[in-house]
T-cell receptor, first 113, second 116 residues
């Protein structure tokens, strides 16, 4: 158990819908990262937050957004969902930044039908 | 831009054999960090090791060992006396020490199957 929690574990929804994925980092970790794992794109970095502020952005679609709250938990919002958004979404946390090891949550498997 | 290449897509070995997973990276930075993660069939990503670019010492942890060679930009992972529980997808990853760009760049992974 990495100490990072993600909910829900599985999510099935229809195209055009909006979903919210939730992540709670390990106790004491200030950085939260979101990654998407799909068969065709592999593991891709989406976005990083550090202590409530956006720190780095990857190949995140405009339909996707995230935030980190004062209690350090983070949410990833995916809207106008398409079939191609079906993937495993991971949250990771670290103490400070990318030089520290990132500990991953169990992931949320999103299926868009 | 940073890049990680894991040329071995799939490897199968018989239990108790040794196996080496290759990882080659590209980066323009002089300070960077390399990682290995394991993804077992259950799907979670398990941290295995982190090395920084200034520490080229090889590391051993039980049956696992890592060989970091800056001259060839490689960070290879060896499992000695493999066991069925080692069956998983293994990812090599790179992080550059650039403010505002602290993401992990992953390789495509190597699927390791240990045959009993």
């Amino acid at each position: 158990d990495s100490g990072v929690t993600q909910t829900p574990k599985h999510l099935i929804t229809a195209t055009g819908q909006r979903v919210t994925l939730r992540c709670s980092p390990r106790s004491g970790d200030l950085s939260v990262y979101w990654y998407q794992q799909s068969l065709d794109q592999g593991l891709q970095f989406l976005i990083q937050y550090y202590n409530g502020e956006e720190r780095a952005k990857g190949n995140i679609l405009e339909r996707f957004s995230a935030q980190q709250f004062p209690d350090l938990h983070s949410e990833l919002n995916l809207s106008s969902l398409e079939l191609g958004d079906s993937a495993l979404y991971f949250c990771a946390s670290s103490v400070v930044g990318g030089s520290n090891e990132q500990y991953f949550g169990p992931g949320t498997r999103l299926t868009v039908t | 831009a940073q890049k990680v290449t894991q040329a071995q897509t799939e490897i199968s070995v018989v239990e108790k054999e040794d196996v080496t997973l290759d990882c080659v990276y590209e980066t323009r930075d002089t300070t960077y960090y390399l990682f290995w993660y394991k993804q077992p069939p259950s799907g979670e990503l398990v941290f295995l090791i982190r090395r920084n670019s200034f520490d080229e010492q090889n590391e051993i942890s039980g049956r696992y060992s890592w060989n970091f060679q800056k001259s060839t930009s490689s960070f290879n992972f060896t499992i000695t006396a493999s066991q069925v529980v080692d069956s998983a997808v293994y990812f090599c990853a790179l992080s550059e020490r650039l403010f505002g760009n602290e993401k992990l760049t992953f390789g495509t992974g190597t699927r390791l199957t240990i045959i009993p």
